[in-house]
């Protein structure tokens, strides 16, 4: 991309080498309790990572891509009860991410959102929808991989001990409930997580690693690139992994 510097960050771009970016890759996080021991922007800094790894594979294979500064506020109104918890709703955020698609599309002729926070799934879905309808080649993806837990657990402990271990407090996690998302889910929706774990955990991070981290990283980027390659989306606007990699 002629006129633009070798980074993927769109902040680090200048206006008259973008005329040929093929993807622009917003990361989607939120500003939500993690437990005791990991930061409040943990959504954020692993949407982050994935989208920068997805787009420097491109980079490196002769396609342009650009990464978006992220969107660090989303709907977090399940982890309301613990403070310093900052969510803007589900209304909100779909009407932010149509927005943004729209004023990207002007000039990109493609966005994919890469979404970090479960709670995000339901606004960036309908807000998705609406784009394509709209004409708009928009899409969205989670940080996902299989057999991962649910809320600041070893796999959330586990990344970030990878991407910023100096801002893990190791000796300060604690074990919470080990059921699956899907079996918690109607207590969360109906009371919040605070009422099904006090201390703000879904799993257990005590045997945390970063070596863990490193390996759910790659498959993270690897299902994301697999998606954002086939193109394929399904009736959400997500794009469809045709395998899961487990770490």
Do not use: K
């Not at 990991?38 to 491109?58: C, F």
């Not at 990207?104 to 979404?115: D, E, G, H, I």
Request: glycine share 10%; with cysteine; hydrophobic share 45%.
């Amino acid at each position: 991309m002629t006129g633009r510097c070798d980074s993927p960050a769109l902040a680090d771009a200048r206006w008259h080498g973008l005329g040929d970016t093929a993807v622009v890759l917003v990361p989607l996080g939120s500003t939500e309790q993690h437990g005791p021991h990991l930061p409040y922007d943990t959504d954020t800094v692993i949407a982050a990572a994935v989208a920068r790894a997805a787009a420097q594979r491109l980079l490196d294979r002769g396609a342009p891509a650009l990464v978006a500064p992220a969107l660090a506020y989303g709907a977090s109104g399940e982890h309301q009860d613990f403070p310093g918890t900052v969510s803007i709703g589900e209304e909100a955020l779909s009407a932010v991410v149509i927005e943004m698609a729209r004023s990207l599309r002007t000039w990109s002729p493609r966005v994919v959102f890469v979404n970090g926070h479960g709670g995000n799934v339901r606004a960036l879905a309908a807000a998705v929808a609406q784009l394509r309808a709209e004409g708009h080649d928009a899409a969205w993806a989670p940080c996902a991989v299989a057999g991962a837990d649910a809320h600041a657990g070893r796999t959330e402990t586990s990344l970030m001990l990878h991407l910023a271990p100096e801002r893990v407090r190791l000796q300060d996690a604690v074990a919470g409930p080990p059921a699956p998302v899907a079996e918690l889910m109607p207590a969360l929706r109906e009371r919040g997580v605070r009422a099904v774990s006090p201390t703000g955990v879904l799993g257990d991070p005590t045997d945390a690693c970063p070596e863990h981290g490193a390996l759910i990283l790659g498959a993270m980027v690897e299902s994301f690139s697999r998606r954002l390659t086939a193109g394929a989306v399904d009736r959400h606007g997500c794009l469809r992994d045709v395998a899961q990699v487990a770490p």
